[in-house]
């Protein structure tokens, strides 16, 4: 089946520090990746999207490439602020699109 | 627009009692998602719908849980008989369309709470 892994926090950075969370996958078929982020007390909401190999995801200064020869979608940014602080879920859809597979979650928590 | 939204946002059952948790999609959305969030098990799919097609009840756990969706709009999950383990929060999402590449817009969420 398809899964997701990423790596566990948390995450503890001084603000404009440069931040990595990695995350990669196991799937069967062409999935579409995912980094959904959830705010302190607020809903998960979506961060970025890649469709399809090569692609880059981008939003808010974050980043993402889906590379399929080594399955991965590390989510970057250069320069992280203090209401980055949250945690971030890597996920994919099967071809069908009937479900996302989620990490286990990254808890990214930015010090001034 | 209005978003997801989902009720009530917090439950607390007595162990044994049924529970029904209520989901309204953004309006237009055809395709609705349940997931269970929990501390152990993470982010985890219950069910799916698609306009008037059979659900996909692949990820409920077990026969205590069911779903239902009216008039390809609001949903209700129903948790009979309710287990400590059940306690988590439920996230309900929508999709404008089926398909792997479009956004799911997710709920606050139900916090379930079972004593």
């Known amino acids: 089946g398809n899964s997701v892994t990423q790596m566990e926090g948390p995450v503890t950075l001084s603000e404009e520090a440069f931040l990595t969370i990695n995350c990669t996958y196991t799937?069967?078929?062409?999935?579409?990746l995912f980094w959904y982020v959830q705010y302190p007390g607020e809903g998960l909401q979506l961060l970025l999207k890649a469709t399809k190999a090569d692609d880059k995801g981008s939003n808010k200064g974050f980043e993402a490439t889906y590379r399929k020869e080594t399955t991965s979608f590390h989510l970057e940014k250069g320069s992280v602020q203090v209401s980055d602080s949250a945690v971030y879920f890597c996920a994919l859809s099967n071809n069908a699109g009937n479900m996302l597979t989620f990490g286990g979650g990254t808890r990214l928590m930015v010090k001034p | 627009g209005a978003g997801v939204s989902q009720s009530p946002s917090n439950k607390v059952t007595e162990k044994g009692k049924d529970v029904e948790l209520r989901c309204d999609p953004i309006s237009g959305h055809t395709a609705l998602y349940w997931y269970r969030q929990s501390l152990g098990q993470g982010l985890e799919f219950l069910i799916y719908f698609q306009g008037n097609s059979a659900p996909d009840k692949s990820g409920l756990p077990s026969d205590r849980f069911s779903a239902e969706r009216t008039g390809g709009s609001v949903s209700t999950l129903t948790i009979q008989r309710t287990q400590q383990e059940d306690s988590a929060v439920y996230l309900c999402a929508s999709s404008p369309q089926p398909g792997r590449d479009y956004e799911q817009y997710f709920g606050p969420g139900t916090r379930l709470t079972v004593t």
């Open positions: 799937a069967t078929g062409y999935p579409s």
